[in-house]
């Protein structure tokens, strides 16, 4: 789950209200930039293709590069029993 569930609602209207802004700034950015050159919305958009590729391929690259933990190990900063300093984890 991406969201607590107490956040839900809020996490749900601010998703609707970029969706709709999108929706309503979209067709007038287009225009927009067809007005300067045929090209330009085109270009904007493999731009914006290039910039997902870019900030797909440096999320792989951190993720492959972050260190792999062991699973017994409790996480630094964790609370409760397994993450307490000078505790072991509980057993189960």
């Known amino acids: 789950m991406l969201v607590h569930p107490s956040q ?5 209207g601010q998703n609707e209200a970029r969706q709709n802004a999108a929706q309503l700034a979209g067709p007038a950015l287009g225009g927009a930039l067809f007005g300067l050159s045929r090209a ?3 270009a904007a958009d493999a731009l914006s293709y290039l910039a997902s590729l870019g900030m797909a391929v440096t ?5 492959a590069l972050a260190p792999v933990r062991d699973a017994g190990q409790p996480t ?14 509980a057993a189960g």
Do not use: E, I, K, Q
């Open 59 to 63: 999320a792989v690259a951190a993720t």
């Open 8 to 12: 839900r609602s809020v996490a749900v």
């Open 40 to 42: 330009a919305p085109f």
């Open 76 to 89: 630094p900063g964790a609370s409760g029993p397994a993450g307490a300093a000078g505790t072991a984890p």
